[in-house]
């Protein structure tokens, strides 16, 4: 009979005891896990919400004499390595309803050309709050070096950097995924 009595106090004990406050190596704070069942904040950003977002411009082409990527676009972005077409002049990818997927993605192509051979991977990650890494879709059948398709999808609104890699070198942009 005493070890009843004694796990009944120690029960009574333990219940009256309130949260307990963390220390300073413990955070309040919880880290954003990325998980497949990841839900999207409910307040949708605007426009005005773009602003907050270091985007990167395009910067046009090459000087004459360098390697050009693309005949013409003033939508180009890149360096010595490798460039991207289309940046937005206002660096906001606008998704109309076209671009949404079935899983609620923002779905964005975009045209790489690889001046160092190499098989192109992208990765990207979002800037301004916690997501899921971005998905691409990069086919095979562009040989090493030269023009590379691409299809993107960002699973959430806001703020992502975006980095294409071939042959160890590195191209990185900012961009602002918005629903209109």
């Known amino acids: ?3 009843p009595a004694a796990l009944l106090l120690l029960g009574l004990s333990l219940s009256g005891c309130g949260e307990v406050a963390p220390t300073k190596s413990e955070s309040t704070e919880a880290s954003p896990a990325v998980t497949d069942s990841f839900e ?3 307040s949708p950003l605007t426009l005005a919400d773009a602003a907050t977002c270091a985007s990167t411009k395009p910067s046009g082409l090459p000087v004459d004499g360098e390697e050009r990527p693309f005949s013409s676009s003033a939508l ?3 360096n010595s390595h490798l460039w991207v077409v289309p940046l937005q002049e206002d660096g906001v990818i606008h998704a109309d309803s076209g671009s949404i997927e079935p899983d609620g993605s923002i779905a964005s192509k975009f045209g790489w050309w690889r001046i160092t051979p190499g ?3 992208i990765t990207g990650r979002r800037l301004d709050g916690p997501a899921p890494p971005l998905r691409a879709s ?3 059948g562009y040989g090493s070096s030269g023009f590379q398709t691409s299809g993107v999808s960002f699973p959430t609104e806001g ?3 975006v980095t294409g ?3 160890g070198e590195t ?3 900012v961009t602002f995924v918005l629903r209109t």
């Open 1 to 3: 009979m005493r070890i």
């Open 76 to 78: 180009a972005y890149g």
């Open 165 to 167: 890699t071939v042959g």
């Open 159 to 161: 703020c992502w950097e």
């Open 171 to 173: 191209l990185s942009f």
């Open 138 to 140: 990069i086919p095979d």
């Open 40 to 42: 999207p904040s409910a």
């Open 119 to 121: 098989s192109l991977a």
